[in-house]
């Protein structure tokens, strides 16, 4: 494998969403470093099989809402790979459905920490690594936002809803700041999504329950949505920045 394959960190990457931009990813020739906060065995499983397809990758645990384990994560990939070429800020949790009137502080404060402290603290650790203040050589960042932020998630979680309008300005301003830096910066929007995060939320029926009441009668495939970030991430949009790219069917 040589040195001067670009690399690809995926924040979140061992499931769903996460793991589609891993796979691609590494079809598209990026050594890839998957990271996972807890569940040890998917990560490892996804790494075997990007191996298998002999693409290179490895996995890398942290939880994005702890500061230490983000710079960590990055130290890691450093050591690994040497360099850091595209960075997905994946990582993302829902809760179980309440009104407002029904959130405990705790939980407003987890999904803010995990979602929005999260992403701004990985796309710092990135930014310190592709920019050329910081002696970096480029790079390009996708966040990933949600539907969520423009239809406000009522009586479901607005608190994920307001994490992911975070996320669309995260983009707008961090594009404009390192944009004469060789970082491009931009967001993919997805609406919903056929993976695990439902469940994680209490709602596993949720996709089958919502499908009729979507443009396309379906939801979209993690690969659906992955493809996006792998158009962002490339040369091929190498003037789109500070793009949120809506990738729902017309929702
Ligand atoms: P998912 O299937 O629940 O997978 C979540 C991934 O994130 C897993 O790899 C998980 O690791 C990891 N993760 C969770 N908390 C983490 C933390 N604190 N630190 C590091 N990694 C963490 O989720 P998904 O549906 O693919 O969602 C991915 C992103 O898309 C999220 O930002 C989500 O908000 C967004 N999104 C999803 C949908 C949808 O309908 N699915 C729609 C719009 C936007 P473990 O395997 O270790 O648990």
Sequence with gaps: MSDAQKVLLVTGGSRGIGAAICRLGAEAGYRVAVNYASNENAANALVAEIKAAGGAAFAVKGDVGVEADVVAMFETVDRAFGRLDAFVNNAGIVDVKARVDEMSGARVERMMRINVVGSFLCAREAVRRMS????????????????AARLGA????????????????????LAREVVTEGVRVNAVSPGITDTEIHA??????????????????????????????????SDAASYITGAILNVSGGR
């Design 200 to 233: 994680s939320g209490g709602q596993p029926d949720r996709v089958a329950r919502m499908q009729d009441l979507l443009p396309m009668k379906r939801a979209a495939t993690s690969d659906e949505v992955a493809s996006a970030v792998l158009y962002l991430l």
């Design 132 to 147: 050329t203040r910081h002696g970096g050589k480029g790079g390009a960042i996708v966040n990933i936002s949600s539907a």
């Design 154 to 173: 009522p009586g479901e979680y607005v608190d994920y809803a307001a994490s992911k309008g975070a996320i669309d300005t995260l983009t707008i301003g």
